[in-house]
């Protein structure tokens, strides 16, 4: 379940200080709160990775891992103020500041192409 991102070039991270870093840089940070539910393996991952096929896309691509790595998931969590915790779930960052967030409510129920779409539409806008 890991490897699904980090296959497609999602760098994996560990602990809160590598959250901040990478949450943090310039340009835009795909951010994916993966987790072991039957919507992230059905939808939200599947649909991640498809949207990455656009001439549009995330500069930085990150993954935190629900229930395993747990404080890292908890800074990420952070990062999505005003939204409640959520897995998973999928933020955009541009320049260190969250400007767009799929809650988990937002991907169970809808295909993996209905959320490739959906984040098609928030990288033309932000990306």
């Known amino acids: 379940m890991k ?3 980090t296959m ?11 959250v901040d870093k990478a949450l943090a840089s310039s340009g835009t940070v795909l951010c994916v709160v993966n987790s072991v539910c039957g919507c992230a393996a059905g939808a939200a991952r599947p649909g991640v990775k498809s949207s990455l096929t656009g ?7 990150v993954t935190v891992f629900a229930g395993v790595d747990t ?12 939204y409640p ?11 260190g500041k969250l400007v767009h967030f799929i809650e988990r409510h937002h991907i169970e129920g809808r295909t993996a192409e209905m959320i490739s779409e959906h984040l098609k539409s928030a990288y033309e806008e932000f990306c």
């Open 71 to 82: 404080e890292a998931v908890a800074q990420a969590r952070k990062h999505f103020l005003p």
């Open 3 to 5: 490897s699904d991102l």
């Open 8 to 18: 497609a070039g999602f760098e994996d991270l560990h602990t809160p200080d590598q």
């Open 85 to 95: 915790p959520s897995s998973p779930s999928v933020a955009l960052f541009k320049d």
């Open 55 to 61: 001439d549009k896309k995330p500069t930085k691509l």
